[in-house]
């Protein structure tokens, strides 16, 4: 396991923020495949993505009856639960990547609290995103500066349909040893420096967050992301801009209406394009995007904000690293993990 | 100024509720009509609601440039706070209705804090619902018993096109002197009793929420909902029923997991039909409504469930009071508030 003292997350904390990098997958490894939310919509699109893995020289393992199904759920919380666990706990398997999203993570958190070892935490490199988003959150609670990853999953037509890059970027992630290898660059637009001019355009601190939504659902549990300091991902899917716009403003209020002076910077990825209601009001001149996060939601102009970073439902989704020590670079456009592994 | 002395919430609190109930509207009185959230979108709908306002002898008083808008907002936060504090504090208005929903009440509660005395609460009525949620649960966290009005909106075309039923009720709330006549009984089916059994199938307790979305959306701001020993009313619209299980796990969690210890009962009112994928599932023979709520959601078997009451976004809809002391009839099927106005 590597373990990286990264860089601290505010100038003003001494103390150099712990990170654990779980081990990279070799060459014929098992990994677990879990369903910790919805069930298989499409035995073809799982089929594929099994068969990617395979071509990887990995061999997919399950801890639950794929058949299993409660209304929208993969069979019943226990089950979803236990399965999460068994991944984590049993030795036969290297590494654990969520086969879908859907709905039901939050569900089962409070049967995965205390029964998952940190030292398990530490072994298993663990991928998924969109619902998964919370159970993120929760093993960054068990084991702060643990390293997940924000990544495209199997059972999901975004990845069988996913570009080359995008499928590059998760085997990069399953087999990289250094994060920064893991996880490159990701590259997106600076819409404001912000207070990161004060330190030549880059703010440093721990990469959390994820869907929007999921972070939302979160507020006021025993999970909730962990935002001081820290360097903030969202990216969410069919959700229109007023509800975006809700989802921030109940976290900056849960927040004393301090979050943006709270965090380092604010990461967007892919949330559609459907922010306002009607781009015509803003003249030919304006762009929608830019008008939306200044203007209407007012994000404070101290706050360094980068956007279209290739994250999300998208089918050019990369792979990202929550709970990393992250180097958010307004000047270069770009968020960097692993900054330790090149010194 | 009505001044009721309720029944305490929970057997165990000593104590009873205060409950303040704002004088009713005569016939000739103005009423502030406001628009905190969205702008008006179909001059043609507000114009029927005003005239239906006027057939009732009331004259509408607006206090905000009803052609301000800011993407899919009536007008800036500052504008739309101000008409709040205006509508509450002019001495020209006996009552307060909000034109419509929409979004935005929850961005401007920051801008209301300390704005609006008690004094001025008590002296109006206010009525609303869906985003306005926001605003009830504000004012109550304001002034605890004030009663406040869940109801249909002039500039909606849900009164527009309501039933005579609904546009009654609605003239009941604005011009009942006691409380039981401005609300009548609201009458639903029982899921379950559960622990109402050992109480002569009734619970008792204030009554609080509205539209679900609204609710959740205040979790761990200042002006969430208070639960304790209430009667939880929620509706909601265009909400999936995976939405709903995870909005209703996050309040849960957001109270230790035991918010369904914690309040008195549930009344539920339309949440739409679509609350699994496929009911087919289920067989011919289980009600789909009834399995969401105890076998979906899993439902403790204590707690008292009454649905299907007419609240909500339908034609139907009745107008419930928030914030009075209510009093949950498992057994007659219904929810009754002030009691104490009849005795």
């Given amino acids: 396991m590597g373990l990286v003292a990264g860089k601290p997350a505010r100038k003003s904390e001494a103390a150099p923020e712990l990170q654990y990098l779980p081990p990279p997958l070799k060459a014929g490894d098992s990994i677990s495949v879990i369903f910790p939310a919805g069930y298989v919509r499409e035995q073809a699109v799982l089929d594929w993505g099994l068969q990617l893995l395979k071509k990887w020289d990995l061999n997919p393992v399950f801890h639950q009856d794929l058949d299993a199904r409660l209304g929208y759920l993969a069979g019943s919380d226990a089950a979803r639960a236990q399965a999460v666990i068994d991944a984590f706990t049993s030795s036969a398997t290297k590494a654990v990547i969520c086969g879908q999203g859907g709905y039901g993570c939050t569900r089962i958190l409070p049967l995965l609290e ?3 070892p940190t030292e398990a935490l530490k072994k298993k490199r663990f991928f998924g995103f969109s619902d998964v988003t919370a159970l993120h959150s929760f ?17 999901t037509s975004l990845l069988a349909q996913g570009t080359k890059d995008s499928q590059d970027a998760l085997y990069d992630a399953l087999f990289g040893k250094a994060l ?11 819409l404001q420096i912000g207070r990161a001019e004060a330190t030549g355009g880059v703010v440093t601190g721990r990469v ?35 509800r975006i716009d809700r989802m921030l403003t109940q976290l900056n209020q849960a927040h004393g209406g301090k979050l943006f002076e709270l965090i ?10 459907d922010l306002i209601d009607d781009s015509k009001q803003l003249g030919d001149d304006v762009d929608e995007s830019d008008w939306y996060w200044l203007k209407l939601l007012g994000l404070p102009a101290t706050l360094p904000i980068l956007t279209e970073i290739p994250i999300g439902h998208i089918k050019e989704a990369k792979t990202a690293a929550l709970g990393a020590n992250g180097r958010l670079d307004l000047v270069g456009q770009k968020l960097i993990v692993g900054v330790n592994d090149l010194l």
Same sequence: chains 1, 2.
């Fill in 208 to 242: 959390v967050g994820g869907n929007l939504t999921l972070v939302t659902a979160l507020v006021g549990t025993p999970w909730e992301v962990d935002m001081k300091g820290a360097i903030l991902l969202i990216e969410d899917v069919n959700e229109a801009g007023y």
């Fill in 139 to 155: 093993f960054q609670r068990q084991l702060p500066g643990l390293v997940t990853f924000h990544s495209p999953m199997p059972a």
């Fill in 180 to 190: 920064a290898l893991a996880c490159p660059a990701l590259h997106g637009r600076t």
């Fill in 114 to 116: 205390g029964k998952i």
């Fill in 264 to 273: 380092a910077g604010l990461v967007v990825g892919d949330v559609g394009d």
